[in-house]
């Protein structure tokens, strides 16, 4: 199984331009957000059931974005297929497609569940890419509504993003020192912005890619026709798009940093103000935080492995005539 590359950060921290950057390797292909790892993962385990699995991925919108058919995906399936290999057969095929050798994905919800992608993908390589949580903050908590689906675990403030923001990059920052330097590899959204080309160099390198300065020519070459909130594809980078120091009002930073500031200071950013030990009430907000989103995971592994979810997801009809022959 090839190596596969995972870009990890947490929401609005300038993920997809660097997939759409790295996509342009002729080395390997990420596609968008997949999803799907957490759900297959949470109904097939040990060695899959082929015609189950298949059946599965016939529910899946999005393998139809893809292109994919279930012949291109099943031929990469045997008997003695484990869960992650049959997951990772799904992204070979779409690399295939692609005319590319290796896969990757770009999923910010997957930072959620970075013990699960050790266990399935145990040669995986990390690239995480943070941004200084402030302006990730300002960019969410900004996006319209309607650009994606908001639940009861999404965070609404400041504070909130900040427990979502320190959990996470805490998460990745464990995942590599688990994995070691020559499976992860930490970058700043804020040096990408300032260079890219040093940084995608360096991004190749370490991933064994091939770098062609024309992985760099991205703007205008990608439909965002149906991204509202990737319409900054279209240009150049630009700097200061979000500014904490000048977006975000004193309130709304001392909330934040409160929660988050001892990470900032450990990453290298600046505060508005001088550090303070976390107090009781920044200490409840994370811990409510987490106790927030393990019950949201929890509802959604409940759902996820009972009769429901197909119920709730019929076949797609394009998958109607490949699924018959299995």
Request: with cysteine; glycine share 6%; hydrophobic share 40%.
């Amino acid at each position: 199984m090839k190596v596969p590359l995972f870009v990890l950060g947490v929401s609005r921290s300038g993920t997809t331009l660097l997939r759409v950057v790295l996509d342009r390797s002729p080395g390997i292909a990420i596609p968008d957000e997949s999803f799907f790892i957490p759900l297959l993962a949470r109904r097939h385990r040990g060695k899959v059931d082929r015609a189950r699995f298949l059946d599965d991925l016939s529910r899946l919108q999005v393998l139809a974005a893809w292109g994919l058919s279930l012949d291109d995906i099943g031929a990469r399936i045997r008997p003695e297929t484990r869960t992650g290999e049959a997951i990772a057969a799904i992204f070979a095929a779409y690399a295939a497609s692609e005319g590319k050798p290796r896969w990757g994905d770009k999923t910010p919800m997957y930072m959620r569940h970075l013990p699960l992608l050790e266990r399935l993908f145990p040669s995986a390589q990390y690239v995480h890419l943070i941004r200084d949580g402030r302006d990730a903050a300002l960019s969410l908590l900004r996006m319209p509504e309607g650009t994606f689906t908001r639940t009861w675990a999404h965070p609404d403030t400041p504070a909130d993003f900040a427990c979502l923001w320190r959990t996470e990059v805490a998460a990745a920052r464990a995942l590599g020192r688990r994995v070691g330097s020559s499976r992860y590899l930490e970058v700043r959204y804020e040096d990408l912005i300032d260079g890219m080309e040093a940084v995608v160099e360096r991004i190749c390198k370490f991933a064994r890619l091939p770098y062609e300065p024309s992985m760099l020519d991205y703007a205008g070459a990608v439909d965002v026709s149906q991204k509202p909130h990737q319409q900054r594809l279209l240009q150049p980078p630009t700097q200061g798009v979000r500014d904490w120091r000048t977006q975000m009002n004193g309130e709304e930073t001392r909330a934040f940093e409160a929660i988050a500031g001892d990470l900032l200071t450990a990453l290298g950013y600046d505060l508005a103000e001088p550090l303070t030990p976390s107090g009781q009430h920044e200490k409840l907000a994370l811990a409510r935080y987490r106790a927030t989103i393990g019950a949201w995971n929890a509802a959604v592994s409940a759902m996820q492995r009972s009769p429901l979810w197909r119920r709730r997801h019929p076949p797609l009809t394009k998958f109607a005539e490949p699924l018959a022959r299995v």
